[in-house]
T-cell receptor, first 113, second 111 residues
Framework: GENVEQHPSTLSVQEGDSAVIKCTYS??????FPWYKQELGKRPQLIID?????GEKKDQRIAVTLNKTAKHFSLHITETQPEDSAVYFC????????????FGKGTKLSVIP | KAGVTQTPRYLIKTRGQQVTLSCSPI?????VSWYQQTPGQGLQFLFE???????NKGNFPGRFSGRQFSNSRSEMNVSTLELGDSALYLC??????????FGPGTRLTVT
């Protein structure tokens, strides 16, 4: 089955700096890669996603890049703000017939004012 | 549209008991997935239902089961509860286009 590795597990940045979280996946048939943000005590929220036919997607301060050959994808947050502090999860959706999202273990991002 | 809802939000059970959790998806969404979230293991896939059919099941023992009704609402059941079943149980709904939207979760504590 699919295996998703996520790094780092914790990340501290100064407010205004950029943050990068990286994930690798194992199943070459995976074709959809969402990112979720989970604040303490709240539900995971979808913040951005990318499909395998796209190399990069951007939404304001958030961007995701995908390298299918290397089987890795990354989340980039620019101009970080204290409200970006949360746990971020990457996930991969396996190919046809699986109907399953496999999640990374999460990255706890702390933005220091 | 109203978001995904889950009931109950909190539950305390003792070992050996069984529990049923409920999930109401976003209106129009026909796919419901269930996940177990624990500090050590992260988000682990339990099962996925679409139009009342289970299409996939994760690596959990048979004590974990689920079903989906014709209105897309879903329930999951855990029988013979163990201490290790204490977790946040999340459901997520989808139109089938892969983007999944989570409910607030049910916090289950087994004593």
């Amino acid at each position: 089955g699919e295996n998703v590795e996520q790094h780092p597990s914790t990340l501290s940045v100064q407010e205004g700096d950029s943050a990068v979280i990286k994930c690798t996946y194992s199943d070459s048939a995976s074709n959809y890669f969402p990112w979720y943000k989970q604040e303490l005590g709240k539900r995971p929220q979808l913040i951005i996603d990318i499909r395998s036919n796209v190399g990069e997607k951007k939404d304001q301060r958030i961007a995701v890049t995908l390298n299918k050959t290397a089987k890795h994808f990354s989340l980039h947050i620019t101009e970080t703000q204290p409200e970006d502090s949360a746990v971020y999860f990457c996930a991969a959706y396996s190919g046809a017939g699986s109907y399953q999202l496999t999640f990374g273990k999460g990255t706890k991002l702390s933005v220091i004012p | 549209k109203a978001g995904v809802t889950q009931t109950p939000r909190y539950l305390i059970k003792t070992r050996g008991q069984q529990v049923t959790l409920s999930c109401s998806p976003i209106s129009g969404h026909r796919s419901v997935s269930w996940y177990q979230q624990t500090p050590g293991q992260g988000l682990q896939f339990l099962f996925e239902y679409f139009s009342e059919t289970q299409r996939n099941k994760g690596n959990f023992p048979g004590r974990f089961s689920g079903r989906q009704f014709s209105n897309s609402r879903s329930e999951m059941n855990v029988s013979t509860l163990e201490l290790g079943d204490s977790a946040l149980y999340l459901c997520a709904s989808s139109l089938g286009t892969r983007a999944q939207y989570f409910g607030p979760g049910t916090r289950l504590t087994v004593t």
